[in-house]
């Protein structure tokens, strides 16, 4: 799959080449499961990040005017090639971020979903004619690029998160330059090299990998020549880089953090709702935005969905992402551990009960025991900030009005679950959940042909679906006058 001396890339890929870092910088990537050394990788500073940005600038003018049918045809090789090379890609996320093979697997699929759906969506970029004030004038509206975007990518999901970020610019005819997580650069330069064998031209789609995003940020967020800054990551640094952006007036697309309720209705059908739970709780061992966070369980069913979860929990496998069967990984670094340590032991100190789990895992140094919390009260830490583990903090609640007020009483507003037969509750929830998606009676959401994104803290902007393309595209007016009577 790979062409460069490496089995896979690990310098940035600038104006079409591999570069090392001008500084001759390299950082190690390390795999979580084992904690060996996978690569190291060019470890980019500003004047990389700039060189990337003249390299996407340079070919803006040229990728904005090819048609939408050439912009679709790459992005549709581009595609084929994730699928045919679906095991490599994988087994390179499974080793940099430690989630199980077949998720890995799925999550390559997922990718080349966005590259799919926007090689489609390229064609769709229409215009609006509008009635005009007077009969010698036309009024038109066009649609077009942005310019140079920006994409700066999560560790969670190394590959999906930026193949859906560069489906959506490329078609919309911007070009980009990519910083990838620290923690996993190395899907990023394998999405690069399969872009440059389906055809994208040479600067159209930049990857600066670096230890260092403080200086990588700064000098994409300073630059006049990127007009839009598009992140996943968490609400702390989104933040940050608003404020940063605002110095030069971008567009931004922000998919910050969350803190989603799952909500269990007495007339739920339990056994689904526990299938559900499993699903959005447990997928990457915890570790995304739109996990299952606080559970509120109604009174009257707790006992019974209790013993539902815990017993899939206690049948999960946990084990490094190349054994059989293996369904929970790694979590992501000792940071990382340390977190769900914290917010476990801190629940239990203020009287939640440990139903399972609780401790570290066998596994391996970075590993986490799925556990399940009984009695947890809205304002432990646990409930109030995104866990990021594999652990479940049930919530007790007895009216439909107590789960929604409590489920909405958060800066957060990314995903939301909830299952119930009644369908007048179901639109109700649904109407009435402050989040930017919303679950009822299932917990996938994820789908390329669906808006992703989020409300309140959560950030703005969508991803995915016919919505996604506008992130990347400016509306112009155009007046046409004297045209006679
Ligand atoms: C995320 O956790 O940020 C993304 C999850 C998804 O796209 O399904």
Redesign the pocket.
Known sequence: MFDTEHSFPTQAFIGGRWEDARDGRTFAVIDPATGDLIANVADCSEADTVSAIEAAHGAQAGWASTTAAERATILRRWRDLFVEHADDLATLLMRENGKPFAEARGEVL?GASYLEWFSEEARRVYGDIIPAPAGNKRVLVIRQPVGVCAAIT?W??PN??LS?KVAAALAAGCTMVAKPAEDTPLSALAIANLGAQAGVPDGVFNVVPTSRPKLVGGALTGSDLVRKISF?GSTQVGRLLLEQAAGTIKKTSM?LG?NAPFIVFDDADLEAAADGLMLSKF??AG?????ANRIFVQAGVMEKFSDLVRERVSRLKVARGDVAGADIGPLINANAVRKVERLVDSACRDGAKLVIGGERHAAGELFYTPTILANVQPRMDIAQEEIFGPVVAMISFNTEAEAISMANDTPFGLAAYAYTRDLGRAWRIGERLDYGMVGINDSA??NAAAP?GGVKQSGMGREGSRYGLDDYLEIKYLLMGGLGA
């Open positions: 997922y999560p969670n999901f999906a998160m859906r996943t998919e969350g997928r990457n570790q995304t935005c739109v996990c959401l994820s992703f």
